[in-house]
């Protein structure tokens, strides 16, 4: 199995973005991905807009897919699809077509864990290094998720903590609100931090249990902390807007490498990959990068276009699981809460 040809074609429809990639073996051939702008005007995603989106997006994004790569349907030996975690919505769109093409074309269907496939993203031939040495830790940041999960294998994986409420992704987004940017405004918070002090502003750090975490509490003190500020001076935000991102980024990046600090030392793994959205931080990523140096870790941080939502995860992900035999059939169906 190992020296056999295998194409994979993989679709992502688990939020506001339709993705669709192909794969030859590890080799991504192609990775296309359609962005719905609708929800800016809403300030977050608005799940029945974002499931209509998927319905257009979906036929023209898969045929781009297939022309880039330049191979037939007709070739590929199974198709790998996101089944959750997600919106409900999103997802049986995705799901929905990946089940009636493999049925169409009579070849196997591979359901996949978006977290999961977050993490696997740095086993895709062609990035910088090599895939990380098992086991591993990995940080997975989304909108909608932030963990810590031991990587023993490929496909086995036990996540270490959580998010008890918030995820770091939503953290961001809210905070950005708060302060009247545009959605979605965590990457505005990074663009702006990196123009201002990070101490300005001090922030409380929430006490979790264990390698949990919490972001609701620094959420709702950023709120109170602007709304007094803004009472005092209106142009607080304006006047003082570098500061405040640079201190709310300086805040949550203090969170996180805590509990990962916290999770080499208790399991002794030094081999530490980020993933999902917001692992394209740049607070985050120089963070891991100073640890790297300080501890003497191997840090692991994936290609830009790795970390936001993408089919070519799902793919790699769907080859590990298609070369274990790791299949599914037509009673499949999306699951909007799907633990690693």
């Known amino acids: 199995m190992e020296n056999k040809t295998i194409y994979i074609l993989a679709i992502e429809s688990s939020c506001d973005d339709t993705s669709a990639a192909v794969l030859l073996n590890k080799k991504v051939l192609s990775n296309v991905v359609a962005t719905q702008k609708i929800h800016q005007e809403y300030g977050g995603v608005v799940p029945e807009l974002a ?20 191979i037939d349907k007709k070739l590929l030996s ?41 993490i ?23 909108g909608g998720h932030t963990q810590i999960v031991l990587v023993k294998d490929y496909l086995k994986m036990e996540i270490l903590g959580e998010t008890l409420d918030d995820a770091v992704g939503e953290a961001f987004d809210k905070s950005a609100k708060i302060l009247g940017l545009p959605y979605p405004g965590g990457p505005l918070i990074d663009i702006y931090a990196q123009l201002g002090n990070p101490k300005a502003f001090p922030f409380p750090k929430p006490r979790v249990a264990g390698l949990n975490f919490s972001f609701s509490g620094l959420k709702t003190s950023i709120l109170y902390f602007v709304q007094k500020e803004v009472k005092a001076n209106p142009n607080f935000v304006l006047e003082n807007r570098n500061d405040i991102c640079a201190s709310i980024q300086h805040t949550i990046v203090r969170i996180l490498m805590d509990k990962i600090k916290e999770a080499v030392k208790q399991t002794g793994v030094k081999h530490v990959a980020i ?18 140096k300080k501890y003497g870790w191997h840090v692991y941080l994936p290609k830009l276009e790795y970390c936001t939502d993408n089919a070519a995860m799902i793919g790699i992900t769907g080859y590990f699981k298609f070369m274990q035999n790791q299949l599914t059939d037509q009673n499949i169906s999306a699951k909007a809460r799907y633990k690693i």
């Open 51 to 70: 499931s209509r989106a998927h319905q257009q997006n979906i036929v023209p994004v898969v045929h781009q897919a297939l022309m880039r790569a330049n």
């Open 78 to 118: 199974a198709i790998a699809f996101t089944r959750g975690p997600g919106l409900l919505g999103s997802l049986l769109v995705g799901t929905s077509f990946a089940k009636s093409l493999a049925l169409g074309l009579q070849i196997p269907l591979v359901e996949v864990n978006h977290m999961q496939a977050h």
């Open 275 to 292: 993933g999902g959205g917001v692992s394209a931080n740049s607070g985050i990523r120089a963070a891991l990068k100073s640890a790297e």
């Open 120 to 142: 696997l993203a740095h086993f895709i031939d062609g990035q910088d290094y090599r895939g990380p040495s098992f086991p591993f830790l990995a940080l997975t940041l989304s």
